[in-house]
T-cell receptor, first 116, second 111 residues
Framework: AQSVTQLGSHVSVSEGALVLLRCNYSSSVPPYLFWYVQYPNQGLQLLLKYTSAATLVKGINGFEAEFKKSETSFHLTKPSAHMSDAAEYFCAVNIAFSGGYNKLIFGAGTRLAVHP | EAGVAQSPRYKIIEKRQSVAFWCNPISGHATLYWYQQILGQGPKLLIQFQNNGVVDDSQLPKDRFSAERLKGVDSTLKIQPAKLEDSAVYLC?????????FGPGTRLTVT
């Protein structure tokens, strides 16, 4: 069964430091993977997605993620954190089921704090 | 292009009362999802519609939760009667293909 594990429920970095948010997946088939961001009192916004094309995926706001099949990982990175990056980040794996439908399974989330 | 609209944004009710949430998806999106997001957890899919038909409601507590999507556009999610553990943010999303677009959510507090 497909699942997602996000290591670290809270990550704190200094402004300008590297951001690394970890995501490992479990899937019996080549997965489609997503990173979403959620700002306080808002819905989820798609940052980037992997759909079996390039393994290094670039997203919005300077974020990128690399799909590593051998490590079953899809970690999210950003070279230099901004204060505005403080939010909750969710990794998700797509599950395809009968009838050609798809649904997302989300990890528990990682709250990113950025301090001056 | 307008995003996914949800109302109300906040709701406080007492346990055993009923409550309903409304969602208007992005125009033309055939697939609509309702998620429950409990504090400190990722969103959990409750029910998924394709047009006005249900394709997955395996995680919906059917003894108290119900949802409908009339005419394949707007949708309502109802809880009756509410329990304390239903306190959560209820997110609606819609999609045309793989990518899901989320509304701002309704924060429900059950006291």
């Amino acid at each position: 069964a497909q699942s997602v594990t996000q290591l670290g429920s809270h990550v704190s970095v200094s402004e300008g430091a590297l951001v690394l948010l970890r995501c490992n997946y479990s899937s019996s088939v080549p997965p489609y993977l997503f990173w979403y961001v959620q700002y306080p009192n808002q819905g989820l916004q798609l940052l980037l997605k992997y759909t079996s094309a390039a393994t290094l995926v670039k997203g919005i706001n300077g974020f990128e993620a690399e799909f590593k099949k051998s490590e079953t990982s899809f970690h999210l990175t950003k070279p230099s954190a901004h204060m505005s990056d403080a939010a909750e980040y969710f990794c998700a794996v797509n599950i395809a089921f009968s009838g050609g439908y798809n649904k997302l399974i989300f990890g528990a989330g990682t709250r990113l704090a950025v301090h001056p | 292009e307008a995003g996914v609209a949800q109302s109300p944004r906040y709701k406080i009710i007492e346990k055993r009362q009923s409550v309903a949430f409304w969602c208007n998806p992005i125009s033309g999106h055939a697939t609509l999802y309702w998620y429950q997001q409990i504090l400190g957890q990722g969103p959990k899919l409750l029910i998924q519609f394709q047009n006005n038909g249900v394709v997955d409601d395996s995680q919906l507590p059917k003894d108290r939760f119900s949802a409908e999507r009339l005419k394949g556009v707007d949708s309502t999610l109802k809880i009756q009667p509410a329990k304390l553990e239903d306190s959560a943010v209820y997110l609606c999303a819609s999609s045309l293909s793989l990518e899901q677009y989320f509304g701002p959510g309704t924060r429900l507090t059950v006291t």
